[in-house]
Every structure is written in C-alpha cells, then in structure tokens.
C-alpha cells in the first residue's frame, strides 16, 4: 500500500448476502498484516446486526451506524468514524452499507470529498456481486425472486460502481463465471469485473492491488427515482433479534445454527417468500459460528464453526425476507421454539425488531458533475 498521509476510505456496497462481510473482514486482516490500523464501519436499519458481532468477535475494531442507512444518518457515520480515531486515526476505514441501498457515490463518497471537515484518500468504489440472484436477473428471468422495484436496485448498485467484484467463484462452474461477466459486460459496459472467492482466497490480491489505484473514482453519472428505490427497500421484511438458549446438557452450537436456519428455509419457501439473505450467530464464551443463507435458491450453509458444545449460548438472527414483518416475526418466533425443543432448551427472545424500512432521505445529495 502507498504511504500516504490521509486515510484510506474504502466502501465495499453489494445486494444483501453478496458477501461483503467477508470480504470486509479479509481486507482488514490484509492491511494489519501490511503494519496498517484498520477500523470498520458496519451498517444496518436496525440494532443487533450479527456482521458487527461476527466481526467484533474476530478482535476488529468495529463501529456501527444503526438505525438508518450510511445516506440518511451521514452525520452518524462520521462521528462513528471520529469515535474510532479518539486514541489514533485509522490508516484505513473500511465501510460496509446497508446491503438494499443503491446512490452510494452522491449521498457517501461526494459528501465525505465535499462536506466532511477530515479529508480522505477515497478508494474506488467496488460492488459485489451476488451470483445467485445475479444471474437470474441480468438474464432477465421472470422468476428473480424479486419485485421489479428490489431489481431497480440491483442494477443501479451495480450501475455506480467503479468495479465490479463477481464473488463465490468458488461455488460456480467455469462457464457460469464467463456467462456473469458477459451479461455485466452487456449492461454495464467498460467496468472491470474482478473475480473472487473471498472463502478461498482466489483472486483477492487482484481486489487489493485494484482497491491500491489512485486516482478519480465515485464520478459516474446516475439518476434514481427515489419512488421505485423506497419500494424496492419497503417490499422486503427486516429482522433482527437476540436470543438466549439454555438446555440441561450441552447442545452443539453449529448444528443449532444449521437446524434454526434450515428450519427458517422452509418455513419461508411455504409462504413462497424469497429469502434476500438470512444470518444467524452463536456466541458463547470467546467462540462463535455462523450460518447462512443467502437466497431461496440455495442451502443453508456453515460459514464459520465454532467446534463448541455449551449449556447456554447467545444466538443473533438478522432475516431480509420478502414477506410482511408480522409474518416474518411469528415465522421467527415459531422456528426459534420449535428447534428449541428438539434440542431439549429453552429460548428466550431478549430482543427483536422487524419492519420495512422508510422512504430513504439522504443527509446530502452531490450528483457527479
């Protein structure tokens, strides 16, 4: 990485379940292994986001700006940035947005150039790209999985970025890869497409050395009506929540997470609600294990084990779903208590939030002259 004074600004946006979380935590144990302090900037519409604690977990310095989008709660994200840097200032801020928000360049990028008192040297701006509904819509399949309006914002994610990042080519064949990055040639010519497994490692020096490059990013032009963007948000359900889980002998925290989410899938697909992405997290004394599931065309998986057996674990839940969020919260509430029992524990829901997210108002708009 150049010595550079200023720190390093690098924002990572993707759809929900891209895979920037990932990435993200990579990224940040790339620059600490090159003597760089890295602070991190998570993003959710609401508290207990299970990316700040899976993070956090991994010894990060994370902060997180909760409640609103980057976009809406600018202010937010600064002064987060600020409480981060109270003993050092960071060589590098990584920054992870909402995964539904689109507009990135003109409501974060431009005002942290133009507005922000504390200048940074701003990193291209990357989006990554969720295969599995990727695909399917740059293919313009009628069965996506989503509204027209949530794809108005896949698109236009993608339409502002200075690269393109096509992630899990480890869980894909050869000729899926190419035909992605034909569509994305298609669509959105003359933005480098990267590809990348941020599981394995494959192609990860290739997004470093890119996100090294200096010069001007965050400029291209865009135009988003906010009225099809704020239903694309609205027609997804958000949850989040905090449960306690206490059994008489010890359960297996990882085949807990598997069952809760495999439990959840299913539940899901027989209200034939599309699962944007689905993440839980099971905390207990120092370990930790995650599992997801990113689409309703795929299968839960173990993304981190944490090889533990506990009487009492904490366990997070974050679900974006495309079904109303009083059927998303009794379709959460049944599943915890039904894959409780089969455990032989108790779960104890200590906190849970579920809604749609309003009508995005950004602090400040610059459109790129």
């Not at 987060?80 to 840097?85: D, H, I, Q």
């Not at 801020?93 to 701003?122: H, K, M, N, W």
Request: charged letters at 20%.
């Amino acid at each position: 990485m150049n010595d550079v004074t200023l720190p390093r600004f690098i924002m990572l946006g993707g759809f929900l379940g891209a895979g920037k979380t990932s990435t993200i935590a990579k990224l940040a144990r790339h620059y600490q292994d090159l003597g760089q302090r890295v602070a991190i900037v998570t993003n959710d519409q609401a508290t207990d986001l299970v990316d700040t604690s899976q993070l956090r977990a991994q010894g990060f310095e994370v902060g997180e700006v909760a409640g609103s989008c980057f976009c809406c709660n600018f202010n937010e994200l600064t002064a987060t940035v600020e409480r981060l840097s109270t003993e050092q200032r960071p060589n590098v801020v990584l920054a992870e947005p909402v995964g539904s928000c689109t507009d990135l360049v003109s409501t974060v990028i431009r005002p942290l150039q133009q507005v922000y008192s504390q200048p940074f040297d701003i990193a291209p701006y990357g989006v990554i790209l969720k295969p599995s509904h990727g695909v399917r819509i740059l293919r313009g399949t009628s069965q996506a999985g989503f509204s027209p309006q949530a794809e108005y914002i896949f698109r236009k994610q993608i339409e502002e970025a200075d690269f393109i990042v096509i992630n899990r080519i480890d869980e894909l064949k050869v000729s899926d890869i190419d035909e992605l990055a034909a569509l994305l040639d298609r669509d959105f010519a003359g933005r480098p497409v990267l590809r990348m497994s941020a599981k394995t490692g494959e192609g990860f020096d290739a997004l470093c050395e890119f996100l090294d490059q200096r010069g001007e990013f965050g400029r291209r032009m865009m135009d988003v009506d906010y009225d099809i963007y704020a239903q694309g948000e609205a027609d997804l359900g958000w949850l989040n929540s905090q449960i306690a889980i206490d059994a008489e002998n010890p359960i297996d925290l990882d085949n807990f997470l598997i069952k809760l989410i495999g439990q959840l899938q299913s539940d899901f697909a027989n209200q034939s609600a599309e699962t944007a992405h689905l993440k839980a997290i099971g905390l207990w004394e120092g370990h930790y294990g995650v599992a997801n599931l990113i689409s309703s065309f795929d299968e839960p998986v173990l993304s981190l084990a944490s090889n533990c057996q506990s009487k009492s674990i904490e366990v997070v839940v974050n679900a974006r779903v495309a079904i109303a969020p009083e059927i998303l919260t009794k379709l959460v509430r049944d599943a915890v208590a039904k894959v409780a029992i089969g455990f032989h524990a108790k779960a104890d829901i200590r906190t849970l939030q579920s809604f749609r997210p309003g009508r995005p108002v950004p602090t400040h708009r610059i459109p790129v002259a």
